[in-house]
């Protein structure tokens, strides 16, 4: 069973930054692709970014592109999302997913591809 809890949410102004992070426990996470998605209120969950099983290739979402960072440690089981200069737009729960079976960008990006997902870590920008 994998499990994959989210930290570090909270409340910042806009161009503030916050730093998530995602622990995932009961298998390494080495063969795993790690997505980070969000939520907004009122609106269907969006990808963010996808980390490849090394750590070497990332994608982001557009609206994020130059803003965030994805990072991971596989031998810490964990991944990171480092979020600057923070929009009052970002506001959403973050989610942290992750899978065995993704091979394309397209699949790393669909929601729907991903098996294990964390409970989520709210993260709000005031304006």
């Known amino acids: 069973q994998v499990q994959l809890v989210e930290s570090g949410g909270g409340l910042v102004q806009a161009g503030g930054s916050l730093s998530l992070s995602c622990v995932v426990s009961g298998r390494p996470i080495d063969d795993y692709v790690m997505g980070w998605f969000r939520q907004a209120p009122g609106k269907e969950r969006e990808f963010v970014v996808a980390?490849?099983?090394?750590?070497?290739?990332?994608f982001y979402a557009n609206s994020v592109k130059g803003r965030f960072t994805a990072s991971r440690d596989n031998a810490k089981n964990t991944v990171w999302l480092q979020m600057n200069s923070l929009k009052p737009e970002d506001t959403a729960v973050y989610y942290c997913a992750a899978d065995r079976n993704l091979f394309t960008s397209s699949s790393m990006a669909n929601e729907a591809q991903y098996d294990y997902w964390g409970q989520g870590t709210q993260v709000t920008v005031s304006s």
């Open positions: 980390i490849k099983r090394s750590g070497d290739s990332t």
